[in-house]
């Protein structure tokens, strides 16, 4: 959705490139002069930059919007409302909606019968080979109304694959959650191929859980281990601010929600760590 207001608002022609927020924090990313960054670390080489996460914040000047807001998309919309022709409010609502995990528990259990939240369940960053189809979205979504989007053939196959790969997904989940006190923790490094799927779904079949933490193995390089944590969105008693601790495991977020990426033989450190940290779930701020 950022590149979506970002193609309007500056007359973008040039095509997105899709980067990991660890290929920054790592120094792996060609960031160059004349490019925009959103919703990523900020980079000294870009000419302007938008973001909304907590540990991305920033004391040096730059071009561009950082706020601590439910989404990045928000921050560009913010800074350019008076760039766009088409009416964006609608789909900036939402983002902002499914950004934040501002959701019911309908919403959770049955997204199928939510148009925003079902499209936004097609786009992981763990399909690298989606690229094309998140391309082909920004095009949609820059002269498209939702329901018209739902109705591009790709798009339609897609949400399908999503509704079958939720039903699946459960049962993974129920098989390889366990609680430990307060953290409900889902492991799926036992599996060759970690699965996917609704990723609020754990928040509704562990509900006396207030964070969850989910370990798996990188699908794109399998010597690496990413760790996720989500405050639970209907029991929203975690004092820890997730992006701040993360940001001591080679990741980072937001306050509520965040991930870090690393070496295999750290796994054990680095979980006990986080477990540790989340179990005292006292304010670290």
């Known amino acids: 959705v950022c590149a979506v207001l970002l193609y309007e608002a500056l007359d973008i022609t040039e095509p997105v490139e899709w980067i990991e927020p660890s290929e920054i924090q790592k120094g792996l990313a060609d960031i160059r002069e004349g490019d925009v960054m959103a919703n990523l ?21 730059f071009e561009g919007a950082f706020e601590i ?3 990045a998309a928000g921050v ?7 760039k766009f022709q088409r009416d964006y409010t609608e789909l900036i609502r939402e983002t902002d909606k499914i950004d934040s995990a ?3 528990l309908d919403e959770v259990i049955h997204p199928e019968n939510y148009p925003y939240i079902l499209l936004s369940m097609t786009i992981s960053s763990r399909n690298r080979s989606d690229m094309p189809y998140w391309s082909r979205l920004i095009e949609l979504l820059r ?9 591009d053939p790709e798009v339609k196959k897609q949400c399908q694959a999503v509704i079958e790969q939720n039903r699946k997904y459960k049962t993974y989940i129920k098989e390889y959650t366990r609680l430990k006190g307060h953290v409900s923790l889902t ?10 799927g609704n990723r609020f779904l ?17 699908s794109d390089d399998p010597g690496k281990i990413i760790i996720g944590v989500g405050h639970s969105i209907f029991n929203p008693k975690c004092n820890v601010n997730v992006g701040l ?12 929600a965040g991930a870090c990426k690393f070496d295999a033989g750290k796994a054990d450190d680095y979980l006990s760590g986080i477990l540790g940290i989340l179990l005292k779930n006292e304010r670290n701020e």
């Not at 002269?143 to 109705?151: A, H, P, Q, T, Y």
């Not at 492991?187 to 996917?196: G, H, Q, V």
């Not at 509704?204 to 193995?217: D, H, K, Q």
Request: with cysteine.
């Open 76 to 82: 560009v919309f913010k800074y350019y409302k008076d």
């Open 202 to 218: 754990v928040y509704s079949l562990f509900p006396e859980a207030i964070v969850n933490v989910r370990i798996r193995y990188d």
């Open 102 to 104: 501002d959701l019911t």
């Open 143 to 151: 002269k498209s109304g939702i329901n018209e989007v739902l109705e």
């Open 41 to 61: 670390p900020y980079h000294p080489n870009c000419s302007m930059w938008f973001d909304h996460h907590y540990t991305n914040r920033i004391d040096t000047p």
């Open 187 to 196: 492991d799926f490094r036992s599996l060759k191929e970690a699965p996917t």
């Open 69 to 71: 807001a439910p989404s």
């Open 245 to 256: 601790m993360l940001s001591q495991f080679e990741g980072g977020g937001h306050a509520g």
